[in-house]
């Protein structure tokens, strides 16, 4: 026995959705990108700058909880409290204060203060401003080489209607998620960089699994209509699909749930992901064959080709 999903050769018509999905994408879309600029990102000290605190506290493990609700009532703005190294070490991370240099250093003297009689301070550096446009420099041009670089791939590999689909579907998952970003006010860090390029690996992985069973269907049902093809090809793939996003859930919610506020922002970001990417795979990708014209002249076309090639033979 094994478990089932969806049971075997459904016939489900998504094709038909597509009036219903572009609209809808665009519009989300649309709303994000006037969301990315009127409201904004909330930027994490890794784009921000900040402090870096390095401590070796005097009870092993390290009350996390505790050293997070000691450095929340300083009022220093945005803290990143995590476990470095052995159960005794933390990391700290204080946002950029205002006020410059002074303000700064006098931030750290307050945590210093606050917990001299029982933490080490080992090390403590100072993330700058021309650092953090550098790190976001970087992650931005990470997440545009891979686009590039899958588009060539994908049109080698497939046609460049397959190519375009795929990247116009990345791009779209991309600006949602950002979107999900700015809607919640989620903390944007260098792991936001790593959740975003981990979704696109995702949301390829799953268009290009969809797209292999399209070709594959081309070559086989030469005179069958674009949409039913899809439709068919679809319905071929559905068990994977479901199982590959649900069982991926499965270990993001308990990462959510029990991995700590430290990855919290990242497995929230991976669990919208998944299902943004899931979606984007059937009701955004495949769609965008026929949108693209895959098959010029439809079933009538590729008979007169079949016939023809039989008239030769």
Known sequence: MYLKLVPENTNYRF????????????????????????????????????????????????????????????????IQVQQFGGPDEVLVRIQQQEGGELAQQAAVENVRS???????????????????????????????????????????????????????????????TVGLFVVLQLDFSLSSIAAILTIIGYSLNDTVVVYDRIRENLRRYKKLALPELIDRSINEMLSRTLMTSVTTLLALIALYTFGGEVIRSFTLAMIFGIVIGTYSSIFLAAPMLIFLNLRPGGPEKAKEEDDGAKATA
């Open 15 to 78: 094709m038909w959705l597509r009036k219903f999905s572009f609209p809808l994408s665009m519009a989300i879309a649309v709303a994000s990108i006037a969301l990315f600029f009127t409201v904004g990102l909330n930027y994490g000290i890794d784009f921000k700058g900040g402090t870096v605190i390095e401590m070796k506290t005097n009870e092993s493990p390290a009350d996390i909880a505790a050293i997070r609700a000691g450095l929340g009532e300083l009022n220093l703005g945005d």
């Open 114 to 176: 606050a917990f001299a009689d029982s933490v080490e301070f080992r090390r403590v550096e100072v993330v700058g401003p021309r650092v953090s446009g550098e790190l976001a420099q970087a992650g931005t041009l990470a997440v545009v080489t891979a686009l590039v670089v899958i588009l060539f791939y994908i049109w080698f590999r497939f046609e460049w209607q397959f190519a375009v689909g795929a990247i116009v579907t990345t791009i779209n998952d991309i600006i949602v």
